[in-house]
């Protein structure tokens, strides 16, 4: 197996990952950014930004992604294709493998692979998504003002979503599976005291209509197996989120679903070295503007820990 050591590795390629690799180019740490599977990350299928500071007209996400990446570039980042296959934190330096078949050693590696959204799995969904489909109301919501749209969930997120959604648009049909929703009572009674949000209980969706965009949906009542269609502009998905970071549960401490724990105002994972930024330990925010503020804290305490351990190395040493 290949072997290469590095100062700074960065795992992912969003804004979390492309803002630590400007910090870190910029200090000097000649920082190496292995871009993953979904290079740009959830952005890349995203169509209008319109809330990211900076661009007032607003951008396509793709065109953004683009423009992270050339910045990173401009101060020596070394940006890879490939895929992290395993971690190996026992000790320091700590071991990446990437693809199978390159070993690296990095002094300090920040983690920024974001956070998956879960999807129904319908051909039809996935073919109009960022063509009325979104996964993300905050982002979207706002392109479907004084339009009807749906929304799928059940949870505190789709309760929080449709309440959002219901002050930008005509009409919110909430679609839930059972004849109870799992949201917290207060969450469900922000739903009940909005007079434009109508819960549509046991219905399931069977089918997103449109060619070019969103037009309706094809639902299903979970009791009868009765059909029937919904004229909607909008389709939002809000059953939760996956972070993506199976490959570091053997290392790092996580919560339940997944997202990796960090010392409150740091990116600090429990392991010495390791910083985690953006999506893969936010459950919160969620947005493109606080992933990439931290991933500049990453970027920020992998520098302070690396002049550290020079210290302590040299101390060491004499």
Same mark, same amino acid.
């Given at each position: 197996?290949?072997?290469?050591?590095?100062?700074?590795?960065? !795992?992912?390629?969003?804004?979390?990952?492309?803002?630590?690799?400007?910090?870190?180019?910029?200090?000097?740490?000649?920082?190496?950014?292995?871009?993953?599977?979904?290079?740009?990350?959830?952005?890349? !299928?995203?169509?209008?930004?319109?809330?990211?500071?900076?661009?007032?007209?607003?951008?396509?996400?793709?065109?953004?992604?683009?423009?992270?990446?050339?910045?990173?570039?401009?101060?020596?980042?070394?940006?890879?294709?490939?895929?992290?296959?395993?971690?190996?934190?026992?000790?320091?330096?700590?071991?990446?493998?990437?693809?199978?078949?390159?070993?690296?050693?990095?002094?300090?590696?920040?983690?920024?692979?974001?956070?998956?959204?879960?999807?129904?799995?319908?051909?039809?969904?996935?073919?109009?998504?960022?063509?009325?489909?979104?996964?993300?109301?905050?982002?979207?919501?706002?392109?479907?003002?004084?339009?009807?749209?749906?929304?799928?969930?059940?949870?505190?997120?789709?309760?929080?979503?449709?309440?959002?959604?219901?002050?930008?648009?005509?009409?919110?049909?909430?679609?839930?599976?059972?004849?109870?929703?799992?949201?917290?009572?207060?969450?469900?009674?922000?739903?009940?005291?909005?007079?434009?949000?109508?819960?549509?209980?046991?219905?399931?969706?069977?089918?997103?209509?449109?060619?070019?965009?969103?037009?309706?949906?094809?639902?299903?009542?979970?009791?009868?197996?009765?059909?029937?269609?919904?004229?909607?502009?909008?389709?939002?998905?809000?059953?939760?989120?996956?972070?993506?970071?199976?490959?570091?549960?053997?290392?790092?401490?996580?919560?339940?679903?997944?997202? !990796?724990?960090? !010392?409150?105002?740091?990116?600090?994972?429990?392991?010495?070295?390791?910083?985690?930024?953006?999506?893969?330990?936010?459950?919160?925010?969620?947005?493109?503007?606080?992933?990439?503020?931290?991933?500049?804290?990453?970027?920020?305490?992998?520098?302070?820990?690396?002049?550290?351990?020079?210290?302590?190395?040299?101390?060491?040493?004499?």
């Amino acid at each position: 197996m290949a072997n290469e050591k590095v100062k700074v590795l960065i !795992i992912g390629s969003g804004p979390a990952g492309f803002t630590a690799a400007v910090y870190a180019a910029r200090a000097g740490m000649k920082p190496v950014l292995y871009q993953g599977g979904q290079p740009g990350g959830q952005l890349t !299928i995203t169509t209008d930004v319109e809330n990211y500071p900076g661009y007032p007209e607003g951008v396509m996400g793709p065109q953004m992604m683009v423009d992270f990446q050339k910045q990173a570039e401009r101060f020596g980042t070394d940006i890879r294709s490939g895929m992290v296959t395993g971690v190996d934190f026992s000790g320091w330096p700590h071991k990446v493998t990437v693809d199978n078949k390159t070993e690296i050693e990095a002094e300090a590696v920040i983690i920024s692979t974001g956070a998956s959204a879960k999807w129904l799995g319908l051909e039809s969904e996935q073919r109009l998504n960022g063509k009325g489909v979104s996964a993300c109301a905050v982002c979207d919501g706002f392109f479907f003002r004084g339009q009807d749209v749906a929304i799928v969930g059940a949870g505190d997120t789709a309760a929080e979503e449709a309440t959002y959604l219901s002050k930008l648009v005509n009409k919110v049909y909430m679609l839930v599976r059972r004849d109870e929703m799992r949201a917290s009572k207060i969450m469900q009674q922000r739903v009940a005291n909005s007079p434009n949000i109508e819960v549509l209980w046991n219905t399931e969706t069977v089918e997103v209509l449109g060619d070019e965009e969103v037009s309706g949906v094809r639902l299903k009542d979970t009791v009868t197996g009765e059909e029937r269609e919904l004229d909607v502009q909008g389709f939002f998905v809000a059953i939760g989120h996956k972070p993506n970071t199976d490959i570091f549960k053997d290392y790092l401490d996580m919560d339940e679903a997944g997202y !990796i724990k960090t !010392i409150p105002g740091t990116s600090k994972t429990n392991i010495p070295g390791v910083f985690a930024t953006g999506d893969a330990q936010d459950k919160i925010y969620r947005q493109a503007v606080t992933a990439a503020g931290s991933g500049c804290m990453g970027a920020l305490d992998a520098e302070k820990f690396i002049a550290e351990k020079e210290v302590e190395l040299q101390e060491a040493a004499l």
